[in-house]
């Protein structure tokens, strides 16, 4: 299998100045996620949260987001990334083809703007961080580096090819450590609500790490307040806690819609 990169790096537009590399739809194909070559400095990343390789031999991630209003646990199969959300009033899974909820009780559900299929993965795929940033389809360029409180981040600006997704719109910005190649910022649009792409980032930042089994993997992830493209004030602040990280996959069954859930459109 071969894997699908694209990416736009200065140096590479330099060395291969002459060569066009054509457009791939991916709506029209199935994506296999496997090892291939990347940019350098994602690479480093990778190396300095335990290696892709190390990853990619994992099948199943759970965590324990600790809130106010009770625990929320998440259940992914890696491979598959059907998953499973646990929280107090509510489950929301996702079996591969269809997001579901069950209510545990009368209350609805009301997280972001009560619409299950933008939540069912959203917390997955920031606490995978930078591992997630290895699927296919993704397109990597050089971005201008983020300078916070003197402290200067290089930057490296994720896109992804259409299809890809709920949201290919969507756009990242990973911001890492200049000495230790460790993540500590991530930068995004969200485009999922309004369809159209997203003009402002909003950020979240990682400099609290765990190791799982051989894996850095956030124990915090802060969200900040922002203007003009740039984070300002703290606005609030992710514990994770019960992070396993395992080569053995989760049972199938549980990421099938149990009697009396919804399925969402």
């Known amino acids: 299998m071969k894997k699908i990169i694209l990416f736009a790096l200065a140096i590479s537009i330099l060395a ?3 060569k066009t590399t054509p457009t791939v739809d991916y709506s029209e194909e199935i994506l296999d996620v496997t090892t291939s070559v990347y940019p350098g400095n994602i690479t480093k990343i990778f190396e300095a949260h335990g290696g892709l390789d190390k ?3 994992m099948k199943s991630l759970e965590f324990t987001m600790k809130k106010t ?3 929320e646990v998440t259940i992914t199969n890696l491979k598959n990334r059907k998953s499973l959300i646990e929280m107090p009033n509510h489950t929301i899974g ?3 083809e269809n997001v579901w909820i069950k209510n545990k009780g009368t209350e609805a559900y009301k997280l972001y703007g009560g619409n299950p299929r933008f939540y069912y993965n959203l917390m997955f795929y920031f606490y995978a961080m930078p591992f997630i940033l290895a699927d296919d389809g993704i397109i990597y360029e050089e971005a201008a580096p983020l300078v916070f409180e003197n402290v200067t981040y290089p930057g490296i ?3 992804y090819e259409n299809g ?3 949201s290919s719109d969507d756009e990242y910005i990973l911001y890492y ?3 230790t190649f460790k993540m500590e910022w991530l930068g995004y649009t969200v485009t999922f609500f309004s369809k159209e792409k997203g003009k402002e980032l909003h950020f979240r930042r990682y400099n609290n790490w765990q190791e799982v089994n051989g894996l850095l993997l956030p124990e915090t992830i802060v969200s900040y307040n922002y203007k003009d493209n740039l984070p300002t004030t703290i606005k609030g602040e992710t514990l994770f806690v019960n992070t396993k990280v395992s080569k053995e996959k989760p049972e199938s069954d549980i990421f099938e819609a149990p009697a009396g859930a919804t399925i969402v459109e």
Request: aromatic letters at 10%.
């Open 69 to 71: 209003d009770g625990d």
């Open 177 to 179: 450590n200049p000495d």
């Open 16 to 18: 291969c100045k002459n």
């Open 55 to 57: 990853w990619e031999s």
């Open 94 to 96: 996702f079996d591969g």
């Open 164 to 166: 890809v997704g709920e």
């Open 157 to 159: 600006k994720i896109t």
